[in-house]
């Protein structure tokens, strides 16, 4: 089955676009004739993107209310979207439980669940208004096994799990498709990099060994597969994985 586009032009928000699977996103729906809102933080990333792409850059971080408020703005003046893509998150810290600190939960709390949360609540009426919205969350596997060492990051995917569950069942009158993407291992340029905090050689141990880890691009390549089927067809949980990762607890490494 090919997607078609069923809209002259699809518009999106995509938000943490300034690195990893939110920039390949939006570089691949804009390649794809999408128009796309470049969401986050770092306006010099987003303005590179912009120029290499044609997306529209929006410096904004999506646990603040007012900046949520300001992007909601901005993107009804420019004519509105039918497709939110939250990717901005991530996790921060390995420390067990007993040695959890405050910062990293609150960071991976706000990051992956009140960012989604926030962003997802403001254009829900946009969203519903379109008549074939599309709501596409980010997670991850690790919100369906947890791990030593990773319960603030456990904990934070398996709430943006379960809003995103919630939302559907709560959505679908207003004929809103929800997706969820459930990514394993990931090649990114920093999210082992901040796990790790900013150790190198530490962020790239979580990939030695790895025959071919998932790119960002190949993630931004099954969301932008998703979004462009037509309206009635909905992948609800999309689990995807390297071949070298059977599950959670099975990983295979090459001997070097």
């Given amino acids: 089955m090919s997607p078609t586009n069923s809209r002259t032009q699809h518009a ?7 690195s990893g699977i939110g920039q390949a996103t939006a570089r691949a729906l804009s390649q794809a004739g999408w ?5 986050a933080r770092r306006a010099d990333r987003l303005q590179e993107l912009a120029d290499e792409t044609g997306a ?3 410096t904004a971080d999506v ?6 408020a300001a992007l909601l703005a901005t993107v009804e003046a420019a004519g509105g979207i039918d497709t939110l893509i939250n990717v901005a998150g991530g996790a921060r810290g ?3 439980l007993a040695e959890a600190k405050n ?3 609150d960071f991976m709390l706000q990051a992956n669940v009140m960012g989604t949360m926030k962003t997802t609540r403001a254009f829900l009426p946009m969203l519903r208004a379109h008549g074939e919205g599309t709501v596409l969350n980010l997670t991850s596997t690790a919100g369906l096994v947890s791990y030593e060492g990773g319960a603030g990051y456990n904990a ?3 709430a943006q799990r379960a809003l995103t569950q919630a939302l559907r069942l709560e959505e679908v009158t207003n004929n809103l498709r929800v997706i969820e993407v459930l990514p394993g291992l990931v090649h990114t340029e920093e999210f082992a990099l901040r796990r790790t905090g900013g150790n190198a050689e530490a962020a790239e141990a979580v990939y030695s060994g790895v025959e071919k ?18 309206h009635h067809i909905n992948l609800d949980e999309i689990v995807v994985r390297p071949v070298a990762q059977a599950a959670a607890h099975k990983l295979v490494r090459t001997q070097d």
């Fill in 35 to 39: 128009k796309v809102f470049a969401v």
């Fill in 156 to 158: 934070a995917k398996a």
């Fill in 213 to 230: 880890p998932l790119t960002a691009s190949d993630i931004a390549d099954i969301i932008s597969y998703a979004v462009n089927l037509p």
């Fill in 94 to 96: 390995t420390s067990y």
């Fill in 56 to 58: 529209i850059p929006i």
């Fill in 63 to 68: 646990t603040d209310d007012a900046q949520v």
């Fill in 103 to 105: 910062e990293d939960w």
């Fill in 12 to 18: 999106t928000v995509v938000t943490g676009a300034s």
